[in-house]
């Protein structure tokens, strides 16, 4: 099974820069399409960066050119690098792997159902 656990949420400051992780429990992590999403109070949930299993990845318009999307398969961690954060973007973020047999979530070409329990960034002006 998928395990996912993130972390690096916390407070910065508007234009600040932040490093989420998304730590994956399982051996096969390099075969998954993974993916970070936000959701706010109440909204969908948004995908805003992803990188499929041939290594190519895909950005929310709303966050391209100011989030990078990486993984490094030997200590199976999924990374997202966010700089420019603005006071909207103060919400939960999530990791997520591709389910493609059960998932409901399509983002980037991939249907996600695996998902971690999040971590919250807050952005102050």
């Known amino acids: 099974q998928v395990q996912l656990v993130e972390s690096g949420g916390g407070s910065v400051q508007a234009g600040g820069s932040m490093r989420l992780s998304c730590s994956v429990a399982d051996v096969t992590f390099s075969s998954y399409c993974m993916a970070w999403f936000r959701q706010a109070q109440g909204q969908p949930r948004e995908g805003i960066a992803s990188?499929?299993?041939?290594?190519?990845?895909t950005y929310a318009d709303s966050v391209k050119g100011r989030f990078t999307v990486s993984e490094d398969n030997a200590k199976q961690t999924l990374y997202l690098e966010m700089s420019n954060l603005k006071p909207e973007e103060t919400t939960m973020y999530y990791c997520?792997?591709?389910?493609?047999?059960?998932?409901?979530?399509?983002?980037?070409?991939?249907?996600?159902?695996?998902w971690g329990q999040g971590t919250q960034v807050t952005v102050s002006s």
């Open positions: 990188i499929q299993d041939d290594g190519e990845t």
């Open positions: 997520a792997a591709e389910d493609s047999t059960y998932g409901r979530i399509w983002f980037s070409g991939c249907n996600f159902g695996y």
